[in-house]
């Protein structure tokens, strides 16, 4: 389907995109829809992108596979990737069950690292989906079927991962287990805030 030096995503390279974008109108739509019922937001900010070409490849060498368009599409699963970071842990959750609710999506893989955090304190909810398109896919099927990868999490966890990436991933550390320490005290701290925010949230609810 590849040619020696063309797209590691064959012909498909000009469709993700489309899938992409109609993908996140949905989650505007909702959006939208939460505003209009209750005035708030259903999340922050809505990050998405299809994986760069070199990242694919890297990481298809990474697990030993052939660089192809049916290993990027099929047996990876992050091409077409989502973040989106909420203010408070309910609009995550709520967020979460209306991605389970399409009925044109099909729920791959759930992993809560929110309620078992990672072991250096990383805390979201990541979800891989599998999305009805109105396009050929890499198995030549029309609709066609297309993994996307969410992560959801609050704006507390977002600048958590922001912050640890960028102390530990750009620069060489002297003391790495001291850092570590304190990242995971740092994000053990935010998760507290995070739930008192929702504490004061709910209390403010119950008062209107």
């Given at each position: 389907m590849e040619q020696e030096h063309g797209s590691i995503y064959g012909g498909l390279k000009a469709v993700l995109p489309q899938v992409?974008?109609?993908?996140?109108?949905?989650?505007?739509e909702f959006q939208s829809e939460m505003i209009r019922q209750s005035g708030s937001q259903a999340y922050e900010h809505l990050n998405y992108r299809i994986k760069d070409e070199e990242s694919m490849r890297e990481k298809c060498r990474r697990q030993a596979l052939a660089e192809s368009p049916e290993n990027a599409l099929r047996t990876i699963h992050d091409a077409?990737?989502?973040?989106?970071?909420?203010?408070?842990?309910?609009d995550v959750e709520r967020l979460v069950e209306f991605l389970r609710s399409l009925s044109d999506c099909q729920v791959v893989q759930e992993k809560d690292y929110i309620r078992k955090a990672?072991?250096?304190?990383?805390?979201?909810?990541?979800?891989?989906?599998?999305?009805?398109?109105?396009?050929?896919?890499?198995?030549?099927?029309?609709?066609?079927?297309f993994y996307v990868e969410v992560q959801l999490r609050t704006i507390a966890m977002d600048a958590w991962a922001a912050l640890e990436h960028e102390i530990k991933y750009k620069?060489?550390?002297?003391?790495?287990?001291?850092?570590?320490?304190?990242?995971?005290?740092?994000?053990?701290?935010?998760?507290?805030?995070?739930?008192?925010?929702?504490?004061l949230r709910n209390l403010v609810n119950c008062d209107i």
């Open positions: 992409m974008q109609q993908f996140a109108e949905r989650i505007e077409i990737g989502f973040r989106i970071v909420c203010l408070f842990r309910e990672k072991p250096n304190g990383y805390r979201s909810y990541h979800m891989i989906l599998l999305v009805e398109a109105p396009f050929e896919d890499v198995d030549g099927r029309k609709p066609g079927q620069h060489d550390i002297r003391n790495p287990e001291l850092i570590s320490r304190e990242l995971k005290r740092c994000a053990e701290e935010l998760a507290a805030c995070d739930v008192s925010m929702q504490t």
